[in-house]
């Protein structure tokens, strides 16, 4: 089967002040279509960068980024982004947030009403439909990635790309979220690719976990598959012998053959 | 008992209720002593809570104007020449029953001051928004216009704007439109400067929202430049408002016609000191309200 979206010998280097700073190197990943790749590092490594070069916000210094046999260049539509940090506008309200996506890639195609119906149903799906006409200051910071996520998915991506998505989310909502997102990636059968520094997170959501090596300079250390079964249930994995393993491999390559550059030092 | 015969009385126990729900008073209790004590009702409580309150705001700024008017007869008491405060007040009620009569160009109520001074700050900002707001907008958005812009506007910006005065009578060669000129050139930074400050301002996160979105040059002024910049924008009107009407007298006073700067400097001539003490008060007080009227717009269209 042909890769979705192909990754070939990327590099990025950013001309800083203090001259240049390599961040990646010759990255070769290619993703397949449906599937759910969770990019894993120390901080620093570069995977934010790697996520933003797909999604077209960075441009590579070098190598070649396709999706779908075409050539990323620069961000569009297709790739719907969900921040690290919401990114909603404050000034509109939860529905005006989504539907300024929806208008923008349907915009042409259908009318008004249809790109209400779509901007609600999107709404539905990560269940906001309460809050739609709130302010992003009036809801709390799990329903404002929420709204993060719909305005990603009303977009109809061909991937989406998530930059640690519930890092700043406590754990109990993180978990809440996660079950989400399973279930409307499951749904959709969406193409991901998701940023993150949790393991579990990795482990749960993912199909494979690409682990980074530190930077400077950095790039893939360690490709794992995830051959969990889906739908996959949080509690179950808890007491699965399989998921422990898994867990540990990633722990074994973070922790002891990249450990955190001042703590090597 | 109706609202209509409310007084200050009994305007506590209609509103309290007390004699809506007589429940627990029994009718034994003759009519007229029927009331519980006016301040140990609710009403009576919360009024002396709200009264405390009042007070606790009021008192200070009250103490500070008690304090200034005591200055000032101390200060008119020891130079005879200075009117104290009991004289200006008698002048300036004498002076604000007829504010818009008209006797002839160099004779008119300070009505009519106030607002020929108003209309030439209005003509000067209005022109200094109109050109300021969208230029500073362009600095903001593109490095080369502001590193362009940027030696122009820090030599231009630190001028005393009487200075501008001469060159708008040379080229305008009339005292009208040049005194609207010194209002422009001179509140036309702060709004240039904030503006722009505010484009540079714009959290990357959204630009890259309207990135992804692809969103059109349009949709990224409507959705995103302009709300985020709009905070801005009115804290350099609202400075601008300030300087102009700080301007205006000074410009006055030396262009002549009808105008609360020229009014000063004619009551001057006449020797009316009261007068020019009204005038004061009058060009601060109109200076306070512009920027109040100012704070609240902002207010208004603040999002956080």
Known sequence: MQSYVQIENASMVFSTKKGKFTALTDVNLNVNQGE??????????????????????????????????????????????VFQNHSLLPWLTAFENVYLAVEKV?????????LKARTSAVLELVGLTHAANKLPGEISGGMKQ?????????????????????????????????DELMKIVAATKSTVIMVTHDVDEAVLLSD?????????????????????????????LAHDPKYHELRSQVLEFLYSRQMRPKEAA | MSAVNATPENLSTILSGEDIVPTYKTAAVAAPARRTPLLETDFGKRFIEGLGDFLKAVAPPLL???????????????NKSIPGPVETWASAVELFSDPFYDNGPNDKGIGWNILNSLYRVGLGFGAAAAIGIPLGFMIGRFQFLNQMMSP?????????????????????????????????????????????????????????????????????????????????????VRLSIGVAWLVIVAAEMLTGGVGIGFWVWDEWNNLNVAHIIIAIFVVGIVGLLLEQGLMLLAKRFSYE
């Not at chain 1, 077209?56 to 396709?66: I, Q, S, Y």
């Not at chain 1, 349907?106 to 249809?114: D, I, L, M, N, P």
């Not at chain 1, 980074?212 to 739908?231: F, K, Y």
């Open chain 1, 146 to 178: 929420r709204v993060g996520i719909a305005r990603a998915l009303a977009m109809e991506p061909k991937v989406l790309l998530l930059d640690e998505p519930f890092g700043a989310l406590d754990a109990l909502t993180r978990a809440h979220l996660q």
């Open chain 2, 152 to 236: 122009i506007i820090s030599i231009l910006r630190p001028v005393s704007p009487l200075a501008w005065l001469p060159i708008g009578l040379l080229v305008l060669q009339k005292a009208e439109p040049a005194s609207i000129w010194v209002i422009f050139i001179s509140s036309i930074w702060p709004m240039v400067l904030n503006t722009a400050a505010g484009v540079q301002r714009i959290p990357q996160d959204y630009m890259n929202v309207a990135r992804v979105l692809n969103l059109s040059e349009l949709k990224v002024f409507t959705r995103i430049l302009f709300p985020a910049v709009l905070p801005y924008v009115l804290t350099g």
């Open chain 2, 64 to 78: 500070g104007i008690l304090l200034f008017a005591a200055l000032w007869s101390l200060i008119a008491n020891t």
């Open chain 1, 36 to 81: 759910f790749i969770a990019l894993i590092g120390h901080s620093g490594c570069g995977k934010s960068t790697l996520l933003n070069l797909v999604a077209g916000l960075l441009d590579a210094t070098d190598g070649v980024l396709l999706l779908a046999n075409k050539e990323i260049k620069g961000p569009g539509p297709e790739r719907g982004v």
């Open chain 1, 106 to 114: 349907f915009g042409g195609s259908e009318t008004k009403a249809q």
């Open chain 1, 208 to 236: 494979r976990i690409v682990m980074m090596t530190n930077g400077p300079a950095a790039t893939i250390g360690e490709i794992l598959s995830v051959d969990l079964p889906r739908p996959r249930e949080r509690l179950q």
